[in-house]
Every structure is written in structure tokens, then in C-alpha cells.
């Protein structure tokens, strides 16, 4: 009976890896709700060893997709850290793109509420705070405004 859960568990997690990266964690916890923890942990081990889970991979295509729906660094470093990843691994992934925030954010800005500066304080707080909302930094959004006034 072992080896048929086992077999199962090993199903259900390659169900889950044929659609989209998992980090460890995630599948644990995903799978843990339908079988043992003590055999999740074993299969999910043997997946890792076997380079089929990676959690590097997951960090990298998670954070490439959010990055590509214009999210800032301390938003995906934010989900990635609630969904079980070590900080270090995403601190690398995040350097990756450190020449590409500002880019990125200027973009965002430019979609949302157009190339003008804010007009009123009340108008610049609103825009700061979608930006922070989107995970930039107040001193990444700060610098777009002081370099857009000159």
C-alpha cells in the first residue's frame, strides 16, 4: 500500500510541476492536504534529486512573470518569501534585473498616468502609493520624480 501512495503522490506532484514551476514548500503544502507528510517530503526529496523541482527555476520563471506584469522587487521578494523560498536564492534573481527596475518603473508610471508630472501633492501621493502598491521602493519612486522634473 506504501508503494501505491507513493507512486500517487509522485503523480499528483508531476501533475502539478506540468503546469508551472513549484517551489518546494508549495508543493509540500499543496500535497501534504491529500497524503502524508513524512511520504510528500521523501517524493518531493527524490523530485529534487532528480532535477524535476527546482526551486531555483521557480524563483527565476516567478520572478521573470511578475517583472513581466510590472511588479517591483520588494513585492515579488515579498510573495516569494510567503511562499517558502530562501532569501538568498531570491536576492540573486532580483539582482539579475538591478538595471532594469527603473526602466521598468518609468514604464508602469507612464501606462498608468502618462509621461506629465503629478500636478497637485494630492495627485503625487495617489501615484506613489499605486507604485509602492506595485512593489518599488519609495527611493526608486522618488528618484523617477526628481528625474523627470529636470
Do not use: N
Not at 518531493?44 to 522587487?73: A, I, K
Not at 540573486?92 to 501606462?111: A, G, S, V
Amino acid at each position: 500500500m506504501v508503494a501505491i501512495e507513493t507512486k500517487d503522490i509522485r503523480r499528483a506532484a508531476m501533475d502539478l510541476l506540468a503546469r508551472r514551476e513549484h517551489g518546494f514548500s508549495e508543493l509540500e503544502r499543496k500535497l501534504t492536504v491529500r497524503f502524508p507528510r513524512e511520504l510528500v517530503v521523501a517524493v518531493l526529496t527524490r523530485l529534487q534529486q532528480e532535477h524535476l523541482q527546482s526551486d531555483e527555476r521557480f524563483v527565476e520563471s516567478y520572478v521573470y512573470s511578475r517583472r513581466q506584469r510590472g511588479y517591483g522587487p520588494i513585492r515579488i521578494r515579498s510573495e516569494l518569501l510567503q511562499k517558502g523560498l530562501e532569501s538568498e536564492l531570491i536576492t540573486q534573481h532580483l539582482q539579475c534585473y538591478q538595471d532594469d527596475w527603473t526602466t521598468l518603473l518609468r514604464k508602469i508610471k507612464e501606462q498608468k498616468f502618462g509621461t506629465r508630472q503629478p500636478a497637485s501633492a494630492r495627485e503625487r501621493a495617489r501615484q506613489v502609493r499605486f507604485l509602492t502598491g506595485r512593489g518599488f521602493s519609495m527611493e526608486q519612486i522618488y528618484s523617477l520624480f526628481s528625474d523627470s522634473r529636470e
